[in-house]
């Protein structure tokens, strides 16, 4: 069973001769605690909870497990694209390329904080010429995405793209033109946007938070920030130094290969699977 919302279907099945799993794929750091109470009496049936990161992990009666994701580098969002289906994908969206792109790609959600996206760019706008696109879709059990991108959109000018799609070709069409890829969230479960441009080989700034904090060494295959006033320096650091991005870039893709590919997830699954066979009698 895959986050919340389904827990409960385990006190429908009371001859259960298989073992039964819940994976969260949320931050649970710091969760709710009434919510967090009315969950556990059903997360205390499974056999197992598997957690993103060990700092998600909680006091529970149940074995614990802690497994990070990948991503599959041939999908339609992460394979190699050529330079002719870039500029075709961006075209179709009407993305123009005479200025360098800046993007954040992820849900239009408050902890993903594109108001603060826009501020940091605003700011990175004064020093240097860029666009921003923002891309992104409302998640259906997300009751705030609506007015969230209605925000977004009055706030928006000639310089900022805004994109409520879900099309996993733009997606990687993006990653590769942009110049910067942000990811400033301010809470995250674990940011495989962040994985997929540093795939890219793209210059990333993440908000120095959870998860993406395993994914980013400041300064080496990316950076990490707290405030759009980082944000903003690190845009202009990276917009002014080409070489920084390649270098950048170049160190980050080879951190996605070493540590969250499809590969890598087989394994962890399949040594996690074995330690609940049950012995055949």
Not at 14 to 25: G, I, S, T
Not at 150 to 179: F, G, W, Y
Not at 245 to 258: F, L, N, P
């Amino acid at each position: 069973m895959h986050d919340p919302q389904p827990l409960p279907l385990i006190t429908h099945f009371a001859d259960r001769e298989m073992p039964w799993l819940w994976q969260c794929h949320v931050d649970l750091s710091s969760p709710h605690a009434p919510v967090w109470t009315y969950l556990r009496q059903f997360i205390e049936q499974y056999n197992g909870a598997i957690f993103s990161l060990p700092e998600y992990g909680q006091d529970l009666q149940i074995d614990q497990q802690f497994v990070t994701p990948s991503i599959d580098p041939f999908s339609a969002k992460n394979r190699d694209l050529s330079d002719r289906e870039i500029r075709e994908f961006l075209g179709n969206y009407k993305i123009p390329t005479d200025r360098p792109l800046v993007t954040q790609i992820s849900r239009f959600d408050r902890w993903k904080d594109p108001m603060g996206v826009i501020e940091a760019f605003r700011k990175a706008r004064d020093q240097v010429e860029c666009t921003l696109v923002l891309v992104g879709n409302n998640a259906t059990d997300d009751p705030e995405g609506g007015e969230i991108l209605k925000t977004i959109k009055s706030v928006a000018d000639e310089s900022i793209i805004v994109l409520a799609v879900d099309d996993p070709t733009l997606v990687n069409a993006l990653q590769r033109a942009a110049a910067v890829v942000l990811q400033k969230s301010t809470r995250e479960g674990f940011g495989l946007t962040v994985t997929e441009a540093m795939w890219k080989g793209a210059a990333v700034i993440g908000g120095d938070v959870g998860s993406i904090r395993h994914q980013i060494k400041d300064e080496w295959n990316g950076f990490l920030v707290s405030t759009p006033d980082q944000a903003a320096a690190r845009i202009v650091q990276l917009l002014k130094n080409p070489r920084l991005r390649e270098q950048v870039g170049s160190r980050a893709k080879e951190s996605v290969r070493q540590n969250f590919l499809m590969s890598r997830l087989l394994e962890d699954w399949l040594d996690l699977l074995a330690k609940y066979e049950r012995p055949v009698v």
